[in-house]
C-alpha cells in the first residue's frame, strides 16, 4: 500500500521561504501524478500545485504562480514544493497526494503538515 509522509513545514515570517517534501513508500512515483493541498482552518480543502511524473507537466493555482515551484526527484520517490514570498493567507494544513489518472490525484494521501506565516 501507498504512503505519503510529508515534511518540512513550520512557522515563518511573511515574505520567507519553506520547502515541503513529500516521500513515497511502497510505490514509486516514476508514472504517478503527485499534488499539494492545503487546507486553512474553516475553510475546504483546495489544490495548490501538481506534477504529473509521466511527462513533467506543472499546474499551479492562480494564488501561488511563480512563488511556488514544484519538482520530483525521482531517485528519492519525492516530491518537492519550494514555497516562497510566502503570505499568511498561505498558513494551512498542507497534503500531498497522488494518483495514477494524471492531475489533481486523490487517491492516497500524506497526513498533512501545519504551515503557519506570521504577518
Known amino acids: 500500500e501507498v504512503q505519503l509522509v510529508e515534511s518540512g513545514g513550520g512557522l515563518v515570517q511573511a515574505g520567507g521561504s519553506l520547502r515541503l517534501s513529500c516521500t513515497a513508500s511502497?510505490?514509486?512515483?516514476?508514472?504517478?501524478?503527485i499534488g499539494w493541498y492545503r487546507q486553512a482552518q474553516g475553510k475546504a480543502r483546495e489544490p495548490v500545485s501538481c506534477?504529473?511524473?509521466?511527462?513533467?507537466?506543472?499546474f499551479y493555482v492562480d494564488s501561488v504562480m511563480g512563488r511556488f515551484t514544484i519538482s520530483s526527484d525521482h531517485a528519492k520517490n519525492t516530491v518537492y514544493l519550494q514555497m516562497n514570498d510566502l503570505r499568511p493567507e498561505d498558513a494551512a494544513v498542507y497534503y500531498c497526494a497522488s494518483g495514477a489518472w494524471g492531475c489533481y490525484p486523490t487517491d492516497y494521501w500524506g497526513q498533512g503538515i501545519q504551515v503557519t506565516v506570521s504577518s
Open positions: 506534477i504529473s511524473n509521466s511527462d513533467g507537466k506543472t
Open positions: 511502497g510505490a514509486t512515483f516514476d508514472d504517478d501524478a
